[in-house]
């Protein structure tokens, strides 16, 4: 803000201490010598607001909001993002909405009356206009920079860090039909997120792409949650015997969907081929060798505060706001094994 003051104060012919009483409506301040200061301020084209965001970029914190923060996912965009905001001297304050809307919207407020320097925010929604609007119009009182991770928010034009959902469905599923699997369920996720969203038309587009009859009794929605997972695959076990693949759309899903299978005495690909969205480090010590679409979470955080650093900076300097830097970085298709059809499921394939 120093540098603005000191404009704004060179220009009125007055002194810092003046402009700086100005702004806060001193009663010690002449009529005129505030008319000078706002007529400077005007000529300068610097506006109160851009006063104060200035100052608030002076703190070296930064609220992170996300929505679940006992999913490893999160832990590690998190990991990626304190690493660089510690090589910055910046500290940063972590908020868990456990996918509520009116938790976020709490936190948010929370975030705004700390004077926080920036927002770095996973979305809970992103399709429900009139949370969208409520969201619009908090985060742009905020008057900080906002980076966006893994989900977008609807008719905003922030910066953001996203994965190609789409391509890492398709991926997942072409393999899966190129496997000989045609009865492939998807535990999606919810449609009022981008990354479910995404990733089902990824599934489509693989049997479109591969020109295969697509059967939408086949599409299940999920809530990215264990439990959902569970229940989900336990509906496939006992309803569609002639389901012989699984793709589910997040770890806490598959890791659910893993759960409800070992429970029935099934172990990928025996009895049922399945692929995760997302690894889970844990199931390599269980010796459970499970084909997924692996996403760089670190590198995610990592991204997410450069660019988070970068509007700092740009504001600091008092720089106009660029176009939305929006970057998409790209899943890998690790390929395990339990995408096979197994010899029993070739057969019921065969009588179906």
């Known amino acids: ?15 810092t201490a003046t402009v700086s009483r100005v702004m ?7 009529p005129e010598t505030c008319r000078k200061v706002e007529a400077a301020m005007q000529e300068l084209q610097i506006t109160p607001d851009e006063l104060v965001r200035a100052k608030r970029t002076n703190s070296c914190v930064i609220g992170i909001v996300v929505p679940d923060i006992t999913n490893i996912f999160f832990s590690q965009i998190i990991s990626g993002i304190e690493e660089v905001a510690s ?16 938790q976020e ?20 929604s992103d399709d429900d206009d009139s949370v969208n609007n409520e969201y619009l119009n908090l985060l742009g009182n905020m008057k900080i920079p906002i980076v966006l991770v893994d989900r977008d928010v609807k008719y905003s034009n922030y910066d953001g860090v996203f994965i190609d959902n789409e391509r890492g469905a398709f991926e997942a599923t072409r393999l ?3 496997n000989g699997h045609r009865k492939i369920a998807i535990i999606s996720g919810p449609n ?7 990733r089902l038309k990824g599934y489509r587009l693989a049997f479109e792409a591969m020109n295969v009859p697509m059967d939408e009794s086949l599409v299940l929605q999920g809530d ?3 439990k959902s997972g569970w229940e989900l695959t336990e509906k496939i076990l006992t309803e569609r015997p002639d389901i012989t693949a699984i793709f589910s759309s997040n ?62 900076n740009a504001q600091k300097a008092q720089k106009k706001a660029k176009a939305a830097q929006r970057v998409v970085l790209s899943p890998e298709l690790v390929i395990r094994g339990s995408e096979k059809l197994t010899t029993n499921e070739t057969e019921n394939q065969t009588n179906v």
């Not at 806060?24 to 002449?30: A, E, G, N, P």
């Not at 001297?89 to 909405?97: H, Q």
């Not at 009022?192 to 995404?198: A, L, V």
């Open 192 to 198: 009022n997120t981008m990354p479910g969203r995404d």
């Open 224 to 226: 990215f949650s264990t």
């Open 24 to 30: 806060h409506q001193s009663d010690k301040v002449r």
């Open 87 to 102: 090589q910055n001297g910046i500290s940063l304050f972590i908020c868990n909405t456990r996918e509520s809307d009116n």
């Open 251 to 312: 770890n806490l899903m598959t890791m659910g969907c893993l759960g409800a299978l070992t429970k029935a005495g099934i172990h990928p690909p025996k009895g049922m081929a399945l692929i995760g969205f997302d690894d889970i480090s844990t199931l390599e010590m269980l010796d459970v060798q499970l084909t997924v679409v692996d996403r760089p979470t670190v590198e995610m955080g990592r991204q997410a505060m450069m660019l988070m650093k970068k509007a700092l």
């Open 1 to 15: 803000m120093g540098s603005s003051v000191k404009l704004i104060a060179r220009k009125a012919g007055v002194s």
């Open 176 to 178: 899966l039909l190129q």
């Open 105 to 124: 919207i709490h936190y948010l407020r929370l975030l705004n009356d700390a004077q926080v320097g920036g927002v770095i925010i996973t979305p809970t």
